[in-house]
């Protein structure tokens, strides 16, 4: 198969290409490498070193690996088309987003860049879809945000609410009421309109993952070579909360709790990210009537559960500080993820010795941690 991987140097990104290209399918990666540039933006960095993108696809195609890449930018709508219409892919991967919620509420300059990165970036593979090849599979990782964490319509299913009418009786199925929690989580809530009229008016075959909290490092496929590392982000910007819990107790800094902890939340580990999206490549929708959703999570766990499983197995110490983010202090949270069971999904769920695994990374690169940037999130 032919895939194409959008946003193949991030931290989803890579690991995905590497689990595509090592089962065998053509993988064409292309980025701006704009993540890169935003580090430089934040004064922050990623604790392991990571190589060129170059560099890592040079030692992945020397493992025998069908993977090459393009330095290209997808909102650029021309030399998109031409790029798809040679390649020809069968299958589109659409990583290139900017992905965190914090960095899109920084200021004005942040929450523009999100909007008209994201937005034309999806309309334009939507477009170009239509356009070259209308039978092309597009796999979007969303995110769970998009659903808010209310739970005025009971558990959260996936991407369609069951409801009845009460002005007719009728049964229908709608997509989920979007409540997102930022201008990131808006312009995903806006992928999904997008993907629903494209598919309305074209037939699309889209296949929409709405993923949890993504946590680790590394995957089957970057410890095959140290050239082949993934990323690994701390800071409170791009650091994912369990990722930055494990690097604060290697450096022996307090674990930063926002607010009482009471926040629950889906979490995948980012094996489980790669496996997924190459599950939903290489089963694609038969019923094309609507998008495909799918909730890409593994298990729900609590902020300050998370922070006590840690303190208890590294004896470190929990610093509750005021939480930056306008979200309930509490909530419950229930989340099905049977679409991706289905397909043969079995969820990696938090372990001592996956943990483990996380904190010797930090631990062997903790000198690269700059203790500014751990507490670096905006308020909102």
Known sequence: MKIMVLGGDGFCGWPTALKLAKAGHEVLIV???????????LNSNSLTDIKSLAQR????????????????DVTW?????????????????????????????????????????NITATHNILDIIVAVDPSIHLVHLGTMGVYGYSKDFGDIPEGYLDMTVKSTGKDVSVLYPTNPGSVYHMTKSLDQIMFQFYNKNWGLK?????????????????????????????????????????????ANIPLTVYGVGGQKRAFIHIE????????????????????????????VRSVMELAKILRNKYNCNIQQVENPRKELAENDLAV???????LGFEPITLNDALIEDVRFIAEQTKGKLKVENVLSSPKW
Not at 31 to 41: F, G, L, P, Q, W
Not at 225 to 231: E, P
């Open 336 to 342: 099905s993820n049977a679409g991706l069971v289905s």
């Open 77 to 117: 709508h021309y030399e998109m088309e031409e790029l798809v219409s040679k390649f020809k892919p069968s299958t589109i991967v659409h990583f290139a987003e900017q992905r965190a919620a914090p960095y899109s509420m920084i200021g004005s300059k942040q929450r523009q860049y999100t909007v008209n990165n």
């Open 206 to 250: 889209i296949t929409d993952l709405h993923q949890g909290i993504v946590w680790g490092t590394q995957t089957e496929e970057t410890l095959l070579h140290d050239d082949l590392v993934n990323r690994f982000d701390y800071d409170g910007v791009y650091g994912t909360v369990l990722n930055r819990f494990i690097s604060q107790a290697a």
């Open 31 to 41: 980025d701006n490498m704009s993540r890169r540039d935003i580090d430089e933006e």
């Open 272 to 299: 489980d990210t790669a496996r997924c999206i190459k599950l939903a490549c290489e089963n694609e929708p038969k019923d094309t009537s609507r998008v495909r959703i799918f909730n890409q999570v593994s298990e």
């Open 57 to 72: 696809v040079a030692c992945a195609r020397h493992l025998g690996m069908d993977l090459s890449f393009v330095d290209l």
